[in-house]
């Protein structure tokens, strides 16, 4: 259920029309980076729109560099919408971010490797290679922290290795897909605190790391939240833990749980274009003593999305369950 204020739904709806607005102006019809045609994907704090093969790219820069949102699938804030609007998309952003390439550099075409585009990504956010002069004097001590807009609010935490190496391991990935997963509610977690706890709920694939808000005193949450994680060729379980927020201390445990996505993926590679497809059972994951699971949990195809609802009994805790809905994104869509 939306408990949104009305006047915030308003606000809201305007919001996005302007971001579609902005989106449909001629130079943001392609890919910032690579030139593919109708983006769907927008690095929110540096003002560009993103094909999903670069936004695989972008998200593993850490959202201190570029915090990745879908133009149709996420919810944006005043504050996102406002900054995209400010910069004023591809043309406006490339000017800066673009501005003196080197002789013998070239952008990725669409059809570029994964290598290719996160050489040149790099390059051109992290590094900021081909700034104006003016401005590369900033260069050096803001690159890793700063882009032209800096976002006032985020869920996704960075989670990269602080070395230069191990940074470019992470470039190499090749992305297949994104799972968008939505933190319905918990159930009768863990007390952490005097007679409540705080929760808040993390999920970790690969080197990505997310999480949802942090409520107040309460062992039943509901979130409705949706994180988002691409999700790699060698993709392994998605980590869900729930902490306990605290002021003075680290943050308490209260219970961990995998999950298991490969039925989804093996599923929906199997049946092709969900959009073709009426509505269907597909897949399922099944209960076990070795997963999390409270029951079966099936995929289907709803409306032309591969999705898969779920309840988990955390581990290694007294007590609490966490009811998710995890939809598959393809690389095409």
């Given at each position: 259920?939306?408990?949104?204020?009305?006047?915030?739904?308003?606000?809201?709806?305007?919001?996005?029309?302007?971001?579609?607005?902005?989106?449909?102006?001629?130079?943001?019809?392609?890919?910032?980076?690579?030139?593919?045609?109708?983006?769907?994907?927008a690095?929110?704090?540096?003002?560009?729109?993103?094909?999903?093969?670069c936004?695989?790219?972008?998200?593993s820069?850490?959202?201190?560099?570029s915090?990745?949102?879908?133009?149709?699938?996420?919810?944006?804030?005043?504050?996102?919408?406002?900054?995209?609007?400010?910069?004023?998309?591809?043309?406006?952003?490339?000017?800066?971010?673009?501005a003196?390439?080197?002789?013998?550099?070239?952008?990725?075409?669409?059809?570029?490797?994964?290598?290719?585009?996160?050489?040149?990504?790099?390059?051109?956010?992290?590094?900021?290679?081909?700034?104006?002069p003016?401005?590369?004097?900033?260069?050096?001590?803001?690159?890793r922290?700063?882009?032209?807009?800096?976002?006032?609010?985020?869920?996704?935490?960075?989670?990269?290795?602080?070395?230069?190496?191990?940074?470019?391991?992470?470039?190499?990935?090749?992305?297949?897909?994104?799972?968008?997963?939505?933190?319905?509610?918990?159930?009768?977690?863990?007390?952490?605190?005097?007679?409540?706890?705080?929760?808040?709920?993390?999920?970790?694939?690969?080197?990505?790391?997310?999480?949802?808000s942090?409520?107040?005193?309460?062992?039943?949450?509901?979130?409705?939240?949706?994180?988002?994680?691409?999700?790699?060729?060698?993709?392994?379980?998605?980590?869900?833990?729930?902490?306990?927020?605290?002021?003075?201390s680290?943050d308490?445990?209260?219970?961990?749980?995998?999950?298991?996505?490969?039925?989804?993926?093996?599923?929906?590679?199997?049946?092709?274009?969900?959009g073709?497809?009426e509505?269907?059972?597909?897949?399922?994951?099944?209960?076990?003593?070795?997963?999390?699971?409270?029951?079966?949990?099936?995929?289907?195809?709803?409306?032309?999305?591969?999705?898969?609802?779920?309840?988990?009994?955390?581990?290694?805790?007294?007590?609490?369950?966490?009811?998710?809905?995890?939809?598959w994104?393809?690389?095409?869509?």
């Amino acid at each position: 259920m939306n408990n949104r204020p009305p006047a915030l739904g308003r606000r809201q709806s305007v919001g996005i029309r302007k971001l579609r607005d902005l989106l449909a102006q001629q130079d943001n019809r392609i890919c910032a980076d690579c030139g593919a045609p109708d983006p769907k994907w927008a690095s929110a704090n540096i003002g560009v729109f993103l094909c999903l093969k670069c936004c695989g790219v972008h998200r593993s820069l850490g959202t201190h560099i570029s915090k990745v949102l879908s133009v149709t699938l996420d919810e944006w804030s005043d504050a996102e919408i406002d900054s995209m609007i400010e910069v004023g998309g591809n043309a406006s952003a490339n000017a800066i971010y673009e501005a003196y390439i080197p002789q013998g550099v070239k952008k990725p075409r669409p059809s570029a490797s994964h290598d290719e585009r996160a050489k040149f990504i790099r390059a051109k956010y992290e590094e900021q290679e081909f700034l104006k002069p003016s401005l590369r004097i900033l260069s050096s001590s803001y690159s890793r922290k700063h882009s032209l807009q800096t976002s006032s609010s985020t869920k996704t935490m960075d989670s990269l290795p602080s070395t230069k190496s191990s940074e470019k391991t992470v470039a190499m990935v090749e992305f297949i897909g994104m799972v968008k997963i939505r933190v319905i509610k918990g159930t009768n977690l863990a007390i952490r605190d005097v007679l409540s706890s705080d929760p808040y709920v993390v999920l970790t694939l690969g080197h990505q790391k997310v999480q949802t808000s942090v409520i107040k005193s309460n062992l039943n949450p509901i979130w409705n939240e949706e994180l988002m994680l691409s999700v790699p060729q060698d993709y392994g379980p998605v980590k869900l833990q729930v902490f306990d927020q605290d002021t003075f201390s680290a943050d308490d445990i209260m219970g961990e749980a995998e999950i298991d996505i490969q039925p989804m993926l093996t599923s929906a590679t199997a049946f092709g274009d969900a959009g073709m497809l009426e509505n269907m059972q597909i897949g399922k994951w099944l209960r076990s003593n070795d997963n999390a699971l409270k029951e079966d949990s099936t995929v289907h195809i709803i409306d032309g999305k591969v999705k898969q609802e779920m309840s988990l009994q955390l581990k290694n805790v007294e007590s609490g369950e966490i009811d998710l809905e995890i939809e598959w994104i393809p690389l095409d869509q």
